[in-house]
Every structure is written in C-alpha cells, then in structure tokens.
C-alpha cells in the first residue's frame, strides 16, 4: 500500500483545491477548440518506382476522385465553392470532401453551374433555395440559427457559473464534513 494514496472520492472537492476547476475549463476549452476534421485528400498518392514495382495509381484507388475539368482555374474555383458547401450524406465534410454520390453530384452541378457564367454568390443562393441553410458549411448568423452559433459559448458561462457555485458552497463547508486524509495532513 502506498503511503501517499488519499481518499479520492472528495479529494478534488475540499476547500481550496482547484482540480475540478482546471478539468472543467480543460474539457471545455477542448470541446471549443476542436478543428474540422482532417480531409481525407490529405492523405499522399501512390506511385510507381522501378525498385519497389507499379503500385496503386490514384485512378485505381478507390475514393480517389481525379479532376473533372481538364481546367485547373475552373477547377480550382470548384473546389473552393465545394470547400463552403456541407455534403447532405455526410454532413461533417464539405462536398470536397466527401465522396458520396451526391456530393459527387453537387460539385460536377457547381462545375456546370461555373461553366455556365453564374458567380458563387449566385451558386451558393441556388443550393441554399434549394437545401436550405444546412448546406452551408458556416450558416449565417440569424434567428434560427441562433442557438448553433451563441449555443457553446452559453453552456460554457453557465458550466463556469454551476462550478463557481459548487466550489463557493463547498469551500464554506466546516473541515469535519470532508473525510480526513489518511496521513492526517
């Protein structure tokens, strides 16, 4: 048995210690600092070498999307309005990202759609009319959007307020209502 081991059901509670403190802000500034998810284009393209063989070219892997458009201009305006819409099938990627039929779809529709002459402000309408807001990788700030973007930070003030209160009302309690230390410090 270990001479410092403590009694660790109330421990972080008694008066004066700020571990349930230091979690509670940990958690939350982790939760609020969470990034978007790595893309999965990120990962590198196989390749063929005379030492190691032919291996995979990125056609012949699966998920492997190649360019629509023999354009790299236009092609690069596709993607960076696809990196602004959400795709409807898996809904934490952009239509960039993803590689479901239908997000597929709608990047070969904004292709089309920028072929055509129309701006991304016009396109972004369009799927907008058409998807509502959702299909809005960063929805606008309005009513009903409300809770998405001031929802966080709100349950962030109020777990602070809850623990100021919990940690205020313990450290009033008397010693004799927390357990002592085994060690008697």
């Not at 403590?6 to 958690?27: I, N, Q, T, V």
């Not at 920028?114 to 959702?134: N, S």
């Not at 009302?169 to 010693?175: A, G, H, I």
Request: proline share 9%; aromatic share 8%.
């Amino acid at each position: 048995m270990l001479a410092w081991k403590m009694d660790w059901k109330l421990s972080f509670l008694r008066p004066g210690s700020h571990r349930l403190a230091a979690w509670a802000l940990c958690a939350a500034w982790a939760s609020l600092s969470a990034g978007p998810a790595a893309s999965q284009t990120d990962r590198p393209a196989a390749t063929s070498s005379p030492a190691t063989g032919p291996t995979a070219s990125p056609a012949t892997l699966p998920g492997v999307a190649l360019p629509a458009s023999p354009d790299p201009v236009l092609e690069a305006r596709v993607m960076k309005l696809s990196a602004e819409l959400r795709c409807l099938v898996c809904q934490n990627q952009t239509i960039a990202d993803s590689n479901a039929g239908l997000a597929v779809d709608l990047r070969n529709q904004v292709r089309e759609m920028l072929k055509r002459g129309d701006t991304p402000e016009q396109i972004t309408d369009y799927m907008t009319a058409r998807y509502g807001d959702f299909v809005l990788y960063r929805p606008p700030v309005k009513s009903s959007t409300a809770v998405l973007w001031y929802g966080p930070a709100a349950l962030l003030v109020l777990a602070v307020v809850v623990l100021l209160f919990i940690v205020r009302r313990r450290s009033k309690l008397p010693p004799e209502r927390f357990e002592s230390d085994p060690e008697g410090t």
